[in-house]
């Protein structure tokens, strides 16, 4: 398993990509135009809120990861057509190498399925292996709380400081 470091955790309250603040309306609204500019190659959300906004606001995900909480706290679970469910642990504060894997497969392998990924833990941190192994060109989208929802354009560079910062995490039992 990994683990942010200190350092990791004052960084990671910055937004990994563009913050798009504002209600929900605002926020989907804008997504939609970034959508219909970008072209992605693949959509992937990361959290229950920004999943459901965004199904909601009629953009469904390729790829939705969902955890059935919201700042910690247990909800209803978000029940969104997929073609095919998985399910994985990923404790709270971490990354299990198994969800990494796991994350890794679904992006490199399923392309021409919609696929919901149900974590039993958290799935906060798995932002990071979803931006490493979505297709360039991808938008990865996760909920900013009390603030919007951020949207990250996979890219080379992007890629490679999210694997940096994955090489640095200190390594747990």
């Known amino acids: 398993m990994r683990r942010l470091t200190p350092w990791q955790r004052r960084e990671g309250k910055f937004p990994l990509g563009l913050l798009i603040e504002g209600s929900f309306d605002e926020t989907i609204e804008k997504l939609k135009e970034i959508v219909e500019k970008e072209k992605p190659s693949m959509i992937v959300s990361v959290g229950d809120v920004v999943s459901e906004s965004m199904v909601k606001g009629g953009l469904v995900p390729d790829v939705y990861i969902i955890d059935s909480k919201v700042m910690r706290k247990t909800v209803p679970p978000f029940l969104a057509e997929a073609d095919e469910t998985r399910y994985i642990k990923n ?62 354009k996979v890219t080379k560079q992007v890629k490679e400081k999210v694997r940096q910062v994955l090489e640095a995490m200190e390594q747990t039992p």
């Open 91 to 152: 404790p709270p504060g971490v990354l299990a190498e198994e969800a990494i894997e796991e994350i890794q497969e679904v992006l490199e392998k399923i392309r021409e399925k919609r696929v919901k990924i149900v974590v039993e833990g958290e799935e906060d941190l798995l932002t990071l292996p979803s931006v490493l192994y979505a297709p360039e060109n991808s938008l990865v989208v996760y909920g900013q709380p009390q603030r919007g929802i951020v949207v990250v």
